[in-house]
C-alpha cells in the first residue's frame, strides 16, 4: 500500500526545551493516524514540522513523498488542514468562504455537497461571525477538505460538537477514508479515536510513549477499556488525581 506520511527521527525544541523526540511514523493511504497526548505533549510541533510551516532540528518528513519544505507549492493542492480559527473577513458568508477557498485550488470538492454531507447546508447564506461554534467547525472540516486533498489533517476533530453532529462527522469521515482519503486527527475523546483511529501515537512530553493500533494499547496497558488505556500511558491519570 502507498506510504502517503512518513516522520523519521523528528526532534523539535524551543530554546533548548525538547518539545518533540525521535517522531517516527508510517501512514498509508486511506488510514487514520491519531496524534495523542495531554496538553503541551507536542502535538501542534509535530503537525507543524510535517507540515513545513516549522522546520525540525533533526529528522525528516516526507508528505506523498515530497519534502514538506522544498515542495510546499506542489503539496499545497493535496493537502488539508483544519485550522481551529481560519483567516477570514468578518463579514464574509459562509457561501463566499467557500467559494473563495475553491478558487485556489485546481480540483476542488463541490462545496455545496459538503456543507450537506456535514449537515450545514442551510447555513449557506449566513455570515460565518453568526454561526455557533460547532457550525463554524464544521464549516473549518469543510475548508480543509473543499481542496479534494490526498491527506488531510484535522485539529481537535468534534470539539464543540453535540453528540449527534460528532456521530455525522465520523461516518462523513468513514464514507471518505473509503474512498482512500488518509486521515491524521488530534483529539482529546477517546470514543472518537477508538471508532476512527487505525493507528495511534501517544505522545508525552514530546516522546512518543505508544505506536500502534487501539486493542494494542489496551493490551499493552493494566485496563481493559481504552480511556482508561490513554490515560495511563499519557499520564493524564496522574495529572488529574494531582489536582484533586
Ligand atoms: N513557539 C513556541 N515557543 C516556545 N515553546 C513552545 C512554542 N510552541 C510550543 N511550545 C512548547 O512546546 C511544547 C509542546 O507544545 P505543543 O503546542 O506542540 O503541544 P500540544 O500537544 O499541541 O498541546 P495542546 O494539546 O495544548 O494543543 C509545550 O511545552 C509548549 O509550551
Redesign the pocket.
Known amino acids: 500500500m502507498e506510504e502517503i506520511l512518513k516522520v523519521k527521527q523528528l526532534s523539535k525544541s ?2 533548548g ?1 525538547r ?2 523526540t525521535n517522531l517516527n511514523l508510517s501512514v498509508k493511504k486511506g488510514m487514520v493516524l491519531g496524534l495523542l ?12 514540522c510535517i507540515l513545513g510551516t516549522k522546520k525540525p532540528d533533526s529528522g525528516f518528513v516526507t508528505v506523498l513523498g515530497k519534502n514538506p519544505i522544498s515542495d510546499r507549492k506542489q503539496l499545497f493542492q493535496n493537502v488539508g488542514v483544519q485550522f481551529q480559527e481560519a483567516n477570514y473577513q468578518r463579514e464574509i458568508k459562509v457561501d463566499e468562504l467557500c467559494d473563495e477557498t475553491s478558487a485556489i485550488y485546481k480540483n476542488p470538492k463541490d462545496w455545496h455537497n459538503l456543507l450537506k454531507q456535514f449537515g450545514i447546508i442551510e447555513k449557506e447564506s449566513c455570515a460565518v461571525k453568526d454561526l455557533s461554534g460547532g457550525e463554524r467547525q464544521r464549516l473549518f472540516i469543510i475548508l480543509a477538505l473543499i481542496p479534494n486533498p490526498q491527506i488531510v489533517f484535522l485539529d481537535e476533530l468534534t470539539t464543540g460538537l453535540d453528540a449527534k453532529a460528532r456521530k455525522e462527522v465520523w461516518k462523513t469521515l468513514d464514507n471518505l477514508k473509503k474512498n482512500g482519503l488518509t486521515i491524521i486527527l ?1 483529539s ?1 475523546f477517546m470514543d472518537e479515536v477508538e471508532v476512527l483511529c487505525d493507528i495511534i501515537c501517544i ?1 508525552k512530553k ?1 516522546e512518543t510513549v505508544f505506536y500502534g493500533t487501539v486493542n494494542e494499547a489496551i493490551a499493552k496497558s493494566p485496563y481493559d477499556k481504552f480511556e482508561d488505556a490513554y490515560l495511563w500511558f499519557s499520564d493524564e491519570e496522574g495529572r488529574q488525581d494531582e489536582n484533586i
Open positions: 524551543y530554546h526545551n518539545a518533540v497526548g495531554a496538553n503541551g505533549a507536542g502535538k501542534s510541533t509535530s503537525i507543524e488530534t482529546h505522545l514530546g
